[in-house]
Each structure stands twice: as C-alpha cells, then as structure tokens.
Nanobody, 127 residues
Framework: QVQLVESGGGLVQAGDSLRLSCACS????????MAWFRQAPGKEREFIAA????????AYADSVKGRFTISRDSAKNAVYLQMNSLKPEDTAVYYC????????????????????WGQGTQVTVSS
C-alpha cells in the first residue's frame, strides 16, 4: 500500500515562501506521476501542480503559475512544492497525490486519476 506523508505547511505572511515536501513509500515511486492539490474551507479540491513520472514535464493551475514549482527526487522518493509570493487566497490544506497508473505519458490534472493521497498539510497565509 502506498503511503504519502506531507510536511512543510505553516502560517506565513503574504509574500512569503514555503516549501512543501511529500515522502512516498510502498511502491516504486519513480514509475508514477505525482501531483499537489489543495482544498480551502467550503470549496472543492483543486488541482495545483503535477509532474510526470520521469520529471520531464510539469503542469500548473493558472492561479499558481509563475509562483509555484513542483519537483521530484527519485533518490529520496519525494516530491516537493516550492511556493513563492504566497497570497491569502492560497490558504488551504495541501495534499500530495500519486497517479493510479504507472508510466502515464500525458499529465493528468483530474483527481480521479490519482489513487493515493496524503493526509494533507495546512498552509495559512495572512494578509
């Protein structure tokens, strides 16, 4: 069974940066695309960023493009989300997710394609 554990959330001020980490165990990490989603109170879960299994391609939501960067380190079985220029509207619980299918060629942004999820880490941005 896949286990994903997020860390790095916290309370920051607008304009600050945070780096979220997600440690993966239980299967061959490098064979699967990974993604970050977030969910704010009263809102649906929202796609933020994804990276292919090889790490050669990434995708971002328009709301975070140019501010957030997703990366992965297969040697450490980890995926990261560097978040810069944070805004109050970035406040949410951030979830790491692993693709259901291995070696997917095209990046998916749909939560239905991600079968394993972490417990989430809270990010709060004050104005």
């Amino acid at each position: 069974q896949v286990q994903l554990v997020e860390s790095g959330g916290g309370l920051v001020q607008a304009g600050d940066s945070l780096r979220l980490s997600c440690a993966c165990s239980g299967r061959t990490f490098s064979n699967y695309a990974m993604a970050w989603f977030r969910q704010a109170p009263g809102k649906e879960r929202e796609f933020i960023a994804a990276i292919t299994w090889r790490g050669g391609s990434t995708a971002y939501a328009d709301s975070v493009k140019g501010r957030f960067t997703i990366s992965r380190d297969s040697a450490k079985n980890a995926v990261y989300l560097q978040m810069n220029s944070l805004k109050p509207e970035d406040t949410a619980v951030y979830y790491c997710a692993a693709d259901r299918a291995s070696f997917r060629i095209r990046i998916s942004t749909s939560p239905e394609n991600f079968g394993s999820w972490g417990q989430g880490t809270q990010v709060t941005v004050s104005s």
